[in-house]
């Protein structure tokens, strides 16, 4: 009995997993061809594609990690605390060093600001 309840529970999910998917295929086949075409002038879509479209707009705007909303956030937040927890064990000179050396690599050069050196500093009036 156990075996066979396992089994149902197991099969009840793919079916809903696949009927799922099916209607997200038809969804964005349905949203598509109705606006794309007639916005844009792109062609009207098949079944296929529009499996293609879904499976190629996951790949590049999510994961298949199965991972929460907001990850990156997370991982970011967690690399910050990183970040500060070996900033603590650093001298105060150690540390502004390190700024100073983030602050050279990492800075555009379109958004630097222009260094002042001493012959601009005192320009003759």
Do not use: Y
Request: hydrophobic share 45%; with cysteine; aromatic share 12%.
């Amino acid at each position: 009995m156990d075996r066979k309840f396992w089994l149902l529970r197991g099969l009840r999910f793919f079916i809903f997993a696949a009927l799922f998917v099916i209607a997200a295929i038809f969804t964005t086949q349905a949203l598509w061809n109705w606006l794309m075409p007639e916005l844009f002038h792109l062609p009207q879509i098949g079944l296929g594609q529009t499996l293609g479209l879904l499976i190629l707009s996951r790949i590049l705007l999510g994961s298949f990690r199965g991972g929460r909303p907001g990850g990156w956030a997370r991982r970011r937040k967690a690399w910050q605390q990183r970040m500060a927890g070996r900033m603590e064990h650093l001298s105060p000179e150690a540390r502004e060093k390190f700024r100073q050396q983030m602050k050279s690599r990492c800075n555009m050069g379109w958004m630097r600001q222009p260094e002042t050196t001493e012959s601009t500093a005192q320009q003759p009036a």
